[in-house]
């Protein structure tokens, strides 16, 4: 058993440092890139309030594809450059989405989301996975999630 867990009161940027250290010791020394995606859905789903959804697509043959996730069933393939998903894969760039019916192209697997955070995970300077965040409250994300969110996928990325 594993007993990651965030304390009470902590703002975004506290909650994040803890989810990083959190993913980092769990994944560490563990090659196995879907258990790993797996763990750290799952402490991104306890770590972060107010998510309805949470987890990876993989780059795989030019396209992305669905990887280990909590929420409601979702897409299996999205092209590079369709919905935010693509978008993030297909600039390499964070999308920080405060209203997801104002995206053009946005892709409603749950209808419940509102906001969405895309954080592309790059290695080798290629995006080989990005990492989705959906919230049924709109501009649920911040920059501190972004930039919480890239440390994760930077520290993540030889892991997955
Ligand atoms: N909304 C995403 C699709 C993935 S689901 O949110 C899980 C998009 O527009 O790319």
Redesign the pocket.
Known sequence: MFTFAPTEGQTTAQLHADLLEAATALTDGEPDGVANMANIAALIWQFLPDLN?A?F?RMVEGELVLGP?I?KP??IR?AVG?????AAAASGETQLVPD?HA?P??????AA?RS?L?VPVIRDDMVIAVI?L?SPSPSRFTQDDARGIEALAKAISARI
């Open positions: 959804w987890g697509y996730f929420g979702a897409c999205i369709q919905g935010v998903c693509g997801v995206f192209g946005h892709i409603a697997c749950d989301s969405e895309v989705d959906d």
